[in-house]
Nanobody, 117 residues
């Protein structure tokens, strides 16, 4: 059974930092592209950051220079370090595991991040 379990969300003041973690089980973690998405109330889910099996990364323009995605294949975990948080970063953050070769796509349950002004 595949599980992606996010943690690390919470309430923080603008300018603060949070680190999200997503622990994966039931998949061959190292061959998956891992991503963080977010969805704010009334908005579509959007990609925040992703890291491939080869450690290439990409970021949404809105978070470049503030967020950093990383992965630890030994721990089957992907992280999102979020610095200089802004109220517009408030959303539910979801972890995603994707492998296009095998047509696999999995989601976590989400973790709330709230940034107060």
């Amino acid at each position: 059974q595949v599980q992606l379990v996010e943690s690390g969300g919470g309430l923080v003041q603008a300018g603060g930092s949070l680190r999200l973690s997503c622990a994966a089980s039931g998949i061959q973690f190292r061959i998956y592209t891992m991503g963080w998405y977010r969805q704010a109330p009334g908005k579509q889910r959007e990609l925040v950051a992703a890291i491939t099996s080869g450690y290439s990364t990409k970021y949404a323009d809105s978070v470049k220079g503030r967020f950093t995605i990383s992965r630890d294949n030994a721990k089957n975990t992907v992280y999102l370090q979020m610095n200089s948080l802004k109220p517009e970063d408030t959303a539910v953050y979801y972890c995603n595991a994707e492998n296009r070769m095998f047509n696999r796509d999995y989601w976590g349950q989400g973790t709330q991040v709230t940034v107060s002004s």
